[in-house]
């Protein structure tokens, strides 16, 4: 039971993974495919918290230290972005949501849109960054844990990556979008590929900063 229960984990997140990655190329895919695959990230979002319900349960026990007060907050506020950028979508639907008799607001939903959008990459990337350690425990259960020359390898690759991240950071102006100086996506006719590869990067970056800082805190904590 157990392991069906990771397994499903598993793969819910890898989805939702994949549908962060898609999202963000929004103006590659165009709106109807975005609308669509946008509905189906909201419903794997609340699949995931169904799947970790006893996380909600727990939220008012126990005692809190610095790391789970921030991964509480970082939770909750992922949250709302996500209800935010649901909500926004379902005003500016012109397909999957087109039937429902709203009308107006949708300049003000765009600018919600974009803003919780950027956020919500950032944050999920926080996100999945904490809890890296334990995500990376659960392939090694299923794939065999390997050679620590392997992972150190991999590890080494991980950080050359995060440092394209920084210029793919700059590149696609997301500090522009975070602070809404820049409310407009535009495809500079990079290929699918490069542009998968760049926000893949800046994924790596995010988690292996949080995880760095993290691990460096529990060291801290333990010294």
Not at 110 to 129: E, K, N, S, T
């Amino acid at each position: 039971m157990g392991r069906n229960k990771i397994s499903w984990k598993g793969m819910v997140d890898g989805a939702l993974f994949l549908l962060l990655l898609n999202q963000m190329g929004y103006v590659i895919t165009g709106q109807q495919h975005h609308e669509g695959t946008g509905t189906v990230m909201v419903l794997l979002v609340l699949c995931h918290n169904l799947l970790n319900r006893r996380w909600f349960g727990a939220v008012g026990k126990g005692k809190y230290n610095s790391r789970r007060l921030f991964g509480t907050a970082l939770n909750f506020l992922t949250i709302a972005l996500m209800s935010a950028l649901f909500i926004s979508g379902v005003i500016m639907s012109r397909y999957v949501f087109d039937f429902l008799p709203i009308r107006g607001g949708r300049a003000l939903a765009r600018r919600v849109h974009i803003l919780c959008a950027y956020w919500g990459f950032l944050l999920m990337a926080v996100h999945m960054g904490m809890h890296w350690d334990g995500m990376k425990r659960r392939m090694g259960n299923t794939f065999g844990k390997g050679e620590t020359e392997g992972k150190r390898l991999l590890s080494a690759v991980g950080w050359a990556v995060s440092v394209y991240g920084i210029y793919a950071f700059y590149r696609h102006e997301i500090l522009s979008f975070l602070w809404m100086k820049n409310e407009f996506a535009i495809f500079d006719q990079q290929s699918v590929f490069f542009f998968v590869m760049d926000y893949l990067a800046m994924i790596i970056l995010i988690v292996n900063v949080t995880n760095f800082i993290f691990n460096m805190k529990r060291k801290e904590h333990k010294a």
